[in-house]
């Protein structure tokens, strides 16, 4: 079973969503048959590589969104997050463009550490204040997943997955994404934001049927007990 999952680095609820469906996957029978494949979405490729000012300033200013209304969305963000065993800090956030940061998760891929790619700059961008924009902390976290520093270079240096970025981008505006976190499975059923383990659950079990239905092999015989007993 292939799940791709579309999702942001900037994305406060995408990390929350990989949580919940790590503990619907994790108690899932077959989870050994499954294939997860994040996907990269940019909620904003118009950001500049660096944005001078707080997260809060940032969609207050470029969203249009009330300074009152934002300090609350954090406030039940960050209490959800918690909830998750995330620890986020709004205050510190670096406001950031992200398509640099999913070319290297790319590239991890490339190299069996696309999970651990997407996790730590989840977790650094929210809970670390760390600059996903950086060059020089995407290197130094390059360097930390084990991938090679002249492939990081050329990362740098070249165009190298700035399509394979854009083709996700693109595949979600023909899937009719327009928002993430976003899970698709088998490309046959799709669940739309952090949804609660226990409705990713739901949709593995459909999923996994629907994949693998039972075939009866002469259900006419045989000896079988029934609401009217059993056959003699």
Known sequence: MKIEIWSDVACPWCFIGKRRFEAALAEFPHRDAVEVTWRSYQLDPTLPEHYDGTELEYLSTRKGMPPQQVSQMFDHVAQQASGEGLDYHFDKVVVANSFMAHRLIHLAAAHGRQDAAKERLLSDHFEHGKDI??????????????????ELEELFTTDKYADDVRSDVEEARSLGISGVPFFVIDRKFGLSGAQPAATFTAALDQAW??????????SGEGDACGPDGCTV
């Open 133 to 150: 924009g950086s060059r020089e902390y995407l290197a130094s976290l390059g360097k930390d997943l084990g991938i090679p520093s002249g």
């Open 209 to 218: 049927q629907d994949a693998n239905p039972l075939v009866l092999v002469n």
